[in-house]
């Protein structure tokens, strides 16, 4: 009789850890489940850019956002105010197969397309916080295309990462993630530069679920060193619209 | 070069195209379809060699009428009023300019772009040798503003993402002459992108 119990419990325990094993995340899966928050395959978002200097100057822009995803990930970002940097355009192509991102920056007033490639994708986006880098990011590419991430701590509703930069473009040493265990979505998001001193804070909040994708609705990229910030909000969300795949074309960015 | 009979057919062909414009502006005007912007700056610089102040106030105003949805013309003109102050003198100039004036055409593979505009070739700002057709004001207050437009027509061939052939035939800003030039270029090939072009005439 005590042998039979003794089996038992040895058993219930041996299943219990394998249970147990099953269930503890890792850095790579937590970087899934972030994927995983949104299954669409196009998206078009109307959204709204506050620049803040460090001063506390404030100037506001409105862009349309458009994405679709496909062998070739295609992202398109179009301001449409104010007057003066109306019609700029970036286009994103990421050809994951072949490990080739190309960037294309539209100036109205040059009415050229310029390519941007090596140490200019960590340049600052017209103006703003974000970099060329920064914005494959946020424009709704996989984090794990870029890093490779190693969970620090884990709490009851968030997950703590520690994030390595995989892409030899990306200019910072190395990023520190918050995750929320209830939405799988970053809440904040933490850059350190090459002489590993905090240099970025982002913050996403207002968290929405539409159409079973949930997203941040806004977005602070704070820079630390400047004292400036750059605020995103998402103002309409569109989930898997058609989407003509010639509107992701240099042609497309001159054409007025 | 062609023969100077030629040179007239283009510049009244051109001609004719922008009597259109301005006619179908007149008679299809509506604001739905349309779109305009305007800026106003002023500034106040000191001429060293003449020992004089100069006050410009600089008013640019472009707009946008789509005719179709692959056919449209765009307007940009300039009113300019300069104030020159020396000693107890003042003297007052009042100057237009229509900058840029041309229709755009759009077929499925072809963009066709006619009239007076910038040819924008190469990515480069400031300094940028493959700027064959329009000339440069080195004292132009806003980089931005500094290059000259001229009229000509444009077409862009389109066969795919990775290929543009551009061709341009131009009139030479300066002297009674034809420009042409056809630029081939090559997206995406190996994280590059190349281009070559051929000019014929007089540089600038």
Excluded: C
Excluded at chain 1, 68 to 82: A, D
Excluded at chain 2, 91 to 114: C, G, M, Q, S, V
Excluded at chain 2, 152 to 180: K, M
């Amino acid at each position: 009789m005590l042998k039979k119990i003794t089996v038992i419990l040895l058993i219930s325990f041996f299943v219990i850890s394998q249970f147990s094993l099953a269930q503890k995340l890792d850095g790579e899966q937590v970087l899934k489940n972030l994927e995983a928050s949104r299954q669409s395959k196009s998206h078009q978002m109307e959204m709204e850019m506050d620049l803040y200097s460090s001063s506390g100057d404030m100037r506001s822009r409105r862009l349309n956002n458009y994405r679709l995803e496909g062998e070739i990930e295609r992202s398109l970002m179009r301001f449409t105010e104010p007057a003066d940097i109306k019609d700029t355009a970036f286009l994103l192509l990421d050809d994951q197969a072949n490990n080739q991102e190309d960037m294309y920056l539209y100036l109205l007033a040059l009415d050229s397309v310029r390519k941007i490639s090596g140490s200019q994708k960590n340049g600052d986006f017209v103006g703003s916080d974000l970099t060329y880098n920064d914005l494959s990011i946020f424009s709704g590419a996989n984090f794990s295309d870029n890093y490779q991430a190693e969970i620090i701590s884990e709490a009851e509703k968030i997950i703590e990462l520690q994030l390595t930069i995989t892409d030899s473009d990306i200019d910072y040493s190395y990023g520190k993630m918050w995750v929320r265990k209830d939405f799988w979505l970053a809440e904040k998001i933490e850059y350190y530069d090459q002489q590993e001193k905090l240099l970025k804070i982002v913050t996403l909040s207002d968290f929405d679920e539409i159409d079973g994708n949930r997203l941040a609705r806004r977005i602070e990229v704070e820079n630390v060193q400047k004292g400036s910030r750059t605020i995103l909000k998402m103002l309409k969300v569109d989930f898997n619209p058609e989407l003509d795949s010639n509107i992701f074309t240099t042609r497309y960015l001159q054409r007025q | 070069m062609l023969k100077l009979k030629q040179q007239k057919n283009i510049t009244v062909t051109i001609s004719i195209l922008a009597l259109i414009l301005i006619l179908s502006f007149l008679f299809t005007f509506k604001l739905a379809a349309a779109s305009y912007s305007g800026e106003l700056s002023t500034s106040l610089i000191y001429e060293q060699e003449a020992e004089r102040w100069q006050d410009q106030s600089y008013l640019e105003l472009d707009y946008q009428h789509d005719l179709s949805i692959d056919f449209n013309y765009y307007l940009k003109g300039a009113l300019a009023l300069e104030s020159y102050y020396q000693q107890n003198q003042k003297e007052r100039e009042f100057d237009f300019k229509l900058k840029e004036a041309y229709l755009n055409y759009y077929t499925d593979k072809i963009d066709w772009r006619l009239g007076k505009q910038n040819f924008s070739w190469g990515s480069s700002f400031k300094i940028n040798p493959l700027n064959y057709f329009n000339p440069v004001d080195q004292g132009a207050i806003d980089p931005f503003q500094s290059r000259q437009a001229v009229a000509g027509i444009r077409a862009a061939y389109y066969p795919n993402f990775n290929w543009q052939l551009t061709g341009v035939l131009t009139q030479h800003a300066e002297i009674d002459e034809l420009q042409s030039a056809v630029q081939l270029i090559r997206r995406r090939w190996q994280g590059y992108d190349l281009a070559a072009s051929v000019f014929s005439g007089n540089s600038l």
